[in-house]
């Protein structure tokens, strides 16, 4: 009977099991994407990836969200849930709660991109008889997990600097990760996307939400624009190469507005699937894929004070999220630039108190109704999805990376693109284009809050202008005061979180934590 | 030269005690009483000999005879007298007994004239604070709800710390029951005759693997051979309330605080009303339980039989439990008495119908000045919930509480069997050697519903709830032994060798799922069945020289499916040393001292049971598949996932090495009695959940052998009969514990490493108020260090900068204080003056912190809205003027030291009729009489030490009528 010591689950499948079956590779694929959407199993919650944190906040865009907006001028939150008022307040250290979220959240989605790599190789798929159209496609999701792979450790980059590093290469349990510098870690990635470019599907061509070579480009570009930050050399014309690819490869801005939605903010609803300039999605649905994060948490946290839910397409607010005044200052005239969408009925312009609702205006961007007006398929979930990558900012990658010096683009164009963004929020009105002279390197950083706010990428682009910790912009309560002042430019990437530091020795911390 | 030996035992009513032990001291010949009480024991060597009888409950007795060869000396009869205040003779050991006098160990037994009285309806409470190093926690008011058993302090971290639970020899499944709170409801206290607490290791080793927290044997009633059928009647009624509520506001004094402090938009919510929603929620509750038992023998067959019917309503509205419980035991001896068969076999079904417990939050917290019922408004069945502007449910809204409880209706029911038939064959050409086949099962099937109508504000998203779900659980154990056991003129041993197979499945099939009121599936569950199986060999030898040094020695080697090839198996050794100081010369003559005995003993245990925090299959690389709700879309389609899990190949046995020295000691013909014991528990290779290299495995916390822990305690009981005269006799029993709990190594650390956060508290989502570090008590709170202004006010905000870094953060905190008890004291009477008796039991925790989670969300004006509606505030508000939450404040670590006196109860045996075979005898009873604390709150007992939503123990008043003939 010692043989029955042996016991094999019944529910779940073990490893071998799953790979012998080319029909559950899609499943592992999409777990990955589910990976940025999702907190488990189960939704909206129950089983959930990762542990010792509440699984509503464990989820991916939601972390990410919060890491790259609430430390900036666009984005405060009312709750007291232990750390999360230290992001706006810059006064983090090693033992936050929500930094380590978000890096056991990139750790684990790469460990699974890489599980999933290592498990996909042509030399295992033909030691499984994987072969012809099975093993073609099972070379496509390897190639888009490696993609997934990539951006994470884009993010991982960009905020901890200088993370952990391990490939496909290393066995589940049986390593120490080294610390890779941040520069290699740029090459790094680098050289992974452009290695997949052959492999990824052609830009547009990929069924809805996976990702596709355009969306490969949209983060090469993107990382050249910030390379200066990262290795300490520019590679601004890589930027316009890269952008240049993207705007060339098909898509358009959404250009019609509907009796209940200005063009732009088409982009934001429930059914923002059918948008034309979105290049990489992460999908949420109010049936199929549910959870208490990405734009769950979005557009809950963002009804506050005396909003009115239904108007949102949601059953209630959570009163979390506002804006400061200085992100409000960046619209000169919200009349006229649809973007700039605030909620003000019993809202102060001021913050006095970040923990209370009322105190700051609020954001209205992202909403679960369509764009006929209707109610997403469930109140509490929405069917919105969030875009990662959209072609406002490939617009603003190309002009920005022509102005601090790239070659192979021009200027001409670059305001070209600016002012076809401006003249879409003005509803189609040419009153709000901008001329040559005032295309600078500060009318670029506003634009890209007026145009992207909200979207996740504020606090790289503060860093990149160099005006996250440095007295040059201040704004409401940055470094913990309510006038604003600079803080010590250590912030400007993140501590490792010391359960790391502590569970890997071979690791050191980034100066000045 | 042999002659034989004969006579009869009685007891204190002169009746023949059927089942007793005579034994001819310094030999193995020896037999048991007869029906009648006689006895014959042959080949007993001529000369003078000493006869010891013995009895469970009863002192033994010791009587010199003279042995004549070739003849029969009758002896007179022996009376024995029941024993209060020595522990019997005869104890029950993980496979067998033993001789009390030839234990090593740290065992303690309780049987049932020392038990709780009153109403207990979960069978642990028998024995709360009756045995040293034994803590039992009930998990509050709430009928059949959990309570949390310790035995000298938990050895583990993320592995479970409850104790081995053995009944009737069949280890039972204590994990996760659907439906049922706890799954020792599920057996009746009315057939328990005893409890046996295993503690140290040289006691509870031969259960190896899973003896690290100690082993509670208990054993069932049994029926005696050749006693007359004897029924019982055991009924009560009982009537509870709750002792107090929880402090808030009055309507009116909350109406100054929102008109002095609050907005505009805060004063606008404000209601006329004036409802006690604590009032409200809470009843009176009543309880009836009834047993009826038989005992006796059918002709020459033992048997007991017992039906039992329990109908108990919690204090909170419409809580209740309906138990129905069935056991039958016979043991019949065949082939010569070679043969003893024991048949068990118990059933019971449970009917529960839970309340909400959350209604006890939000009753504390609703806002006192809104109605119960709108006047005007019927949705919502009427109830008052709170709106939006537009006159739209508000979600985020505190639900009222009343609708909370009124509009849900779930229910659950469970049946569980255990049972077991265990073969004891006396070999007839060696009689000294025995076989022992017991074969065991523990069923369980429970389903449950719950239901919602589509109106309530509950579940008004989900357009109501339909939910079903039903559990299966099928354990089998099969149990062999051989014993040989041997007297060679003064040395005596017994040799045991084993094998044990035990087989766990739980199945939760497909046909449970989360519907809308109207059937609308909104989550169909994933079927779910696992298993786990325990094989393991087992050996003990006892070696006894001239009664007075005692050894015993066993070895478990335990294999377990949850660890990887190469690491199945563990081995469990463990030796333990006796020697009874009062047989010496120097001593024997000694009336004033009536025991003295040594022990000590070393072992080694072990902990396999992670299923809770890791699975049955945890060293496996597997995947799970995502359910429907959790799919992600590729185009038009939304494909389910497959998620690859963390998992750990390297994955062993926890390892608990326990050191014990012990003193029994009696004094005054045992007048007065007890025990001291000292003791060290080590566990290494300690079974954590911590943080794996980022990158390095599937998940952010893995199940790893990581750490050690430690657990050092004194022990000390005391039980005397200081009256004792034909009218009058007066048992008085105490028992303290001291217990230091300290976690001594984590693996790697570094200094500014704060440790593992645990403890979720309510007020902030995913906010921890515990850590386990290195050089701390588990789970020791970890807070911020309030500062206070002149007049001792705490200062909003302002902490001790304890790290030096000029900043108030995070960072600041310290570890202060631990929900664990550094002392439990244990005190209890059993008095009898003529027909009346009187009994009580009085407990004690000294040094137990607790959180109060309740103060620190419902003190700050932040409290009082956040969402567009109010809530409550507690009146400590007054004393803090807090605006904001702080709820990492170590002001709300309280001092939760208590004296409770958990029961009383007076008898009275109204009469005795029928040549005095029948008796009636009343009772009067109160539980959970009083409490004497510095705690603020509710109730200091709380074993997690967040206090927060806390079921009341409610105070039950209780009339018993015995009815025996």
């Known amino acids: 009977c010692v043989g029955d010591l042996d016991r094999e689950p019944f529910n779940e499948v073990t490893s071998d099991v799953v790979y012998a079956d080319p029909a559950n590779y899609k499943m592992v694929l999409a777990k990955l994407y589910a990976g940025l959407a999702l907190s488990g199993q189960t939704g909206p919650s129950g089983k959930p990836d990762l542990s010792g944190v509440d699984e509503g906040f464990s989820n991916y865009v939601r972390q990410y969200w919060s890491i790259q907006e609430l430390p900036t001028d666009e984005a405060v939150i009312a709750w007291g849930d232990d750390g999360l008022q230290d992001y706006h307040l810059m006064n983090w250290t090693s033992n936050n709660p929500f930094i380590r979220a978000m890096y056991n959240r990139i750790a684990y989605q790469i460990s699974a991109c890489n599980e999933f790599i290592r498990e996909s190789t042509d030399e295992k798929l033909s030691g499984r008889g994987i072969t012809g159209v099975n093993a073609d496609n099972i070379r496509k999701y390897r190639a888009e997990a490696r993609f997934l792979r990539a951006l994470s450790y884009f993010h991982s980059m960009d905020l901890f600097g200088n993370p952990p590093f391990a490939t496909e290469n290393d066995q589940v349990g049986s390593f120490q990760p080294r610390q890779i510098p941040r520069a290699e870690l740029f090459s790094y990635i680098e050289s992974e996307l452009k290695a997949i470019e052959n492999d990824l599907v052609d830009a547009r061509a990929n069924q809805y939400a996976r990702a596709d070579k355009a969306a490969a480009w949209m983060l090469l570009s993107k990382m050249y624009l910030n390379a200066e930050v990262y290795t300490g050399t520019p590679r601004y014309t890589d930027a316009i190469t890269y952008s240049s690819k993207v705007i060339n490869a098909g898509y358009m801005l959404q250009k019609t507005a509907t009796p209940v939605s200005s063009a732009y903010g088409r982009n934001f609803l429930a059914d923002n699937n059918t948008s034309p300039e979105v290049i990489f999605p992460v999908a949420f649905d109010g049936e199929f894929t549910k959870g208490y994060?990405?734009?769950?948490?979005?557009?809950?946290?963002?009804?506050?004070?005396?909003?009115?839910?239904?108007?949102?397409?949601?059953?209630?607010?959570?009163?979390?999220?506002?804006?400061?005044?200085?992100?409000?200052?960046?619209?000169?005239?919200?009349?006229?630039?649809?973007?700039?969408?605030?909620?003000?009925?019993?809202?102060?312009?001021?913050?006095?108190?970040?923990?209370?609702?009322?105190?700051?205006?609020?954001?209205?961007?992202?909403?679960?109704?369509?764009?006929?007006?209707?109610?997403?398929?469930?109140?509490?979930?929405?069917?919105?999805?969030?875009?990662?990558?959209?072609?406002?900012?490939?617009?603003?990658?190309?002009?920005?990376?022509?102005?601090?010096?790239?070659?192979?683009?021009?200027?001409?164009?670059?305001?070209?693109?600016?002012?076809?963004?401006?003249?879409?929020?003005?509803?189609?009105?040419?009153?709000?284009?901008?001329?040559?002279?005032?295309?600078?390197?500060?009318?670029?950083?506003?634009?890209?809050?007026?145009?992207?706010?909200?979207?996740?990428?504020?606090?790289?682009?503060?860093?990149?202008?160099?005006?996250?910790?440095?007295?040059?912009?201040?704004?409401?309560?940055?470094?913990?005061?309510?006038?604003?002042?600079?803080?010590?430019?250590?912030?400007?990437?993140?501590?490792?979180?010391?359960?790391?530091?502590?569970?890997?020795?071979?690791?050191?911390?980034?100066?000045?934590? | 030269q042999t002659g034989a030996v004969s006579g009869r035992v009685l007891d204190e009513k002169s009746q023949g005690v059927p089942g007793a032990t005579v034994l001819i001291e310094g030999t193995t010949l020896g037999s048991s009483t007869n029906a009648d009480g006689t006895y014959l024991i042959q080949n007993v060597p001529a000369g003078a000999q000493t006869l010891v009888t013995s009895f469970v409950g009863y002192n033994a007795k010791r009587q010199p005879v003279t042995v004549t060869a070739g003849q029969t000396t009758a002896l007179p009869d022996i009376s024995l007298a029941e024993n209060t205040t020595l522990l019997s003779e005869a104890v029950v050991v993980g496979y067998g007994t033993q001789r009390r006098q030839d234990v090593t160990g740290s065992i303690a037994t309780v049987s049932e004239k020392q038990f709780v009285q009153g109403q207990v309806i979960n069978p642990e409470q028998l024995i709360q604070g009756k045995v040293a190093g034994v803590q039992i926690t009930s998990g509050g008011g709430a009928p059949g709800s959990a309570s949390q058993i310790r035995i000298r302090g938990g050895s583990s971290l993320n592995a479970n710390n409850d104790p081995l639970i053995v009944i009737d020899g069949v280890p039972v499944d204590n994990s996760e029951n659907k439906g049922v709170s706890n799954p020792l409801t599920l057996v009746n206290p009315n057939d328990i005759e005893t409890f046996t607490v295993l503690k140290d290791a040289s006691a509870t080793a031969i259960y190896g693997s899973r003896a690290s927290n100690g082993v509670i044997l208990i054993t069932t009633k049994k029926g005696l051979s050749g006693e007359k059928l004897r029924v019982t009647l055991n009924s009560q009624a009982s009537i509870s309330e709750k002792t107090k509520t929880i402090k808030v506001l009055s309507a009116d004094e909350y109406r100054s605080v929102v008109n002095s402090y609050g907005n505009a938009s805060q004063k606008a919510l404000l209601g006329t009303s004036n409802t006690n929603w604590q009032e409200e929620i809470f009843r009176k509750a009543y309880t009836f339980d009834n047993n009826l038992s038989l005992i006796g023998s059918v002709g020459k067959l033992p048997i007991r039989a017992s039906v039992g019917n329990t109908s108990q309503q919690g204090i909170l509205l419409t809580n209740k439990l309906v138990r129905n419980t069935g056991s039958i035991s016979i043991n019949p001896m065949l082939l010569d008495n070679h043969l003893r068969i024991d048949i068990n076999a118990k059933g019971s079904w449970v009917d529960n119908t839970f309340a909400d417990a959350g209604a006890i939050g939000n009753a504390a917290r609703f806002d006192p000045t809104q109605p119960i019922f709108t006047g005007d408004d019927a949705r919502f069945g009427g109830y008052y919930e709170w709106l939006n502007g537009d006159r739209t449910l508000n979600v985020n809204g505190t639900r009222n509480p009343l609708a909370q409880l009124n509009q849900k209706r779930d229910r659950s029911t469970a049946k569980r069997a255990i049972g077991n038939i265990q073969f004891d064959y006396k070999f007839h050409f060696l009689p000294e050697l025995r076989a022992n086949l017991n074969l065991g099962y523990d069923l369980l099937r429970s389903n449950g519903t719950t239901a919602v109508p589509a109106f309530a504000a509950i579940e008004f998203s989900n357009r109501g709830a339909n939910n079903i779900y039903s559990q299966k659980k099928d354990n089998k154990l099969l149990d062999f032994y051989l014993e040989y056991a041997k007297q060679v003129g003064e040395h005596r041993f017994t040799v045991l060798g084993g094998y044990s197979y035990q087989d766990f499945i739980r199945d939760q099939p497909l046909d449970s799922y989360q519907a809308s009121a109207d059937g609308t599936i909104i989550k169909a569950a994933f079927p779910f069945k696992t298993q786990n199986t325990l094989v393991s060999f087992f050996g003990r030898t006892t070696y006894n020289f001239k009664d007075r040094y005692s050894l015993t020695a066993t070895l478990r080697n335990d294999g377990s499916s949850r660890f990887p090839t190469g690491n199945k198996f563990g081995l469990f050794p463990a030796v333990g040393l006796a020697w009874r100081v009062k047989e010496e010369s120097f001593l024997k003559n000694t009336n004033l001292l009536s025991d003295l005995k040594l022990r000590v003993g070393y072992g080694v245990t072990g902990q396999q049971d992670i299923e809770g925090a890791a699975g049955n299959y945890p060293f496996l690389a597997r995947y799970t598949y995502g359910e429907a709700s959790a799919s992600y879309q590729f185009g038009n389609e939304y494909v389910m996932t497959l998620r690859s899990e963390g998992y750990n190949t390297g994955l062993k046995w926890e390892e608990t090495t326990t050191y014990n020295a012990g003193l029994d000691y009696g004094f005054l013909d045992g007048r007065i009695s007890g025990a001291i014991d000292v003791y060290v528990r080590r566990t290494d290779d300690l079974l954590a959940k911590v943080a794996p290299q980022a990158l390095t495995n599937l998940t952010n916390e893995i199940i790893t052998n990581i750490g050690s822990l430690e657990n050092k305690g004194i022990e000390f009981s005391l039980n005397t009969n200081p009256v004792r005269t034909n009218d009058l006799n007066l048992n008085l029993n105490f028992n303290a514990t001291y217990n230091e709990n300290k976690i001594t190594s984590l693996g790697n650390t570094l200094p500014d490493f704060q440790g593992y956060a645990v403890g979720g508290i309510g007020g902030g989502v995913g906010s921890n108020i515990q850590v386990n570090s290195v050089g701390y008590t588990a789970n020791s709170f970890y807070v911020q260090k309030q500062v206070y202004d002149a007049n001792g006010r705490p200062i909003e905000g302002l902490y001790a900068d304890l790290n030096g870094d000029g900043k108030s953060t995070i960072d600041d905190r310290y570890r202060y204080k631990s929900p664990v008890p550094k002392v439990t004291l244990g005190f209890g009477s059993n008095a009898t003056y003529k027909k009346i008796d009187l009994a009580f039991t009085m407990r004690a925790n000294l040094g137990n912190y607790v959180y109060n989670n309740i103060n620190s969300q419902q003190a700050a004006l932040s409290g009082i809205s956040t969402n567009g509606f109010l809530q409550n505030l507690t009146p400590d508000f007054y004393n803090t003027n807090f605006r904001g939450y702080q709820l990492f404040s170590d002001y709300y670590v309280e001092n939760a030291s208590f004296l409770r006196m958990d029961n009383i109860t007076v008898g009275y045996n109204l009469r005795t009729f029928a040549e005095n075979k029948s008796n009636i005898r009343v009772t009067a009873a109160v539980q959970n009489v009083f409490t004497i604390t510095k705690y603020s709150g509710l109730d200091p007992e709380i074993s997690s030490g967040i206090d927060n939503n806390f079921y009341p123990r409610p105070r039950t008043f209780t009339l018993g009528l015995n009815l025996g003939f």
């Open chain 1, 293 to 513: 994060g990405g734009t769950t948490f979005i557009i809950h946290a963002g009804i506050v004070g005396s909003m009115p839910a239904a108007a949102f397409g949601m059953d209630g607010g959570w009163g979390g999220t506002r804006t400061t005044s200085a992100f409000f200052k960046l619209f000169p005239d919200t009349a006229a630039d649809r973007r700039g969408r605030f909620y003000t009925k019993g809202q102060t312009l001021e913050i006095d108190n970040l923990t209370e609702a009322t105190n700051g205006l609020g954001v209205v961007k992202f909403k679960n109704i369509t764009s006929t007006g209707a109610a997403g398929k469930n109140l509490t979930f929405p069917d919105t999805d969030f875009p990662m990558f959209r072609l406002s900012d490939a617009y603003l990658t190309y002009a920005e990376a022509v102005l601090r010096g790239g070659t192979g683009g021009n200027a001409g164009q670059a305001l070209t693109y600016v002012n076809e963004l401006r003249t879409r929020a003005y509803g189609n009105s040419t009153a709000g284009n901008i001329s040559a002279s005032q295309l600078t390197l500060d009318f670029i950083l506003d634009e890209r809050g007026r145009e992207l706010h909200w979207e996740g990428h504020r606090r790289t682009d503060l860093i990149r202008f160099k005006k996250f910790t440095t007295a040059s912009y201040l704004w409401p309560w940055k470094g913990g005061v309510k006038e604003g002042r600079a803080v010590s430019d250590n912030l400007n990437v993140f501590p490792i979180p010391s359960t790391d530091l502590v569970a890997n020795p071979g690791l050191k911390q980034n100066p000045g934590y």
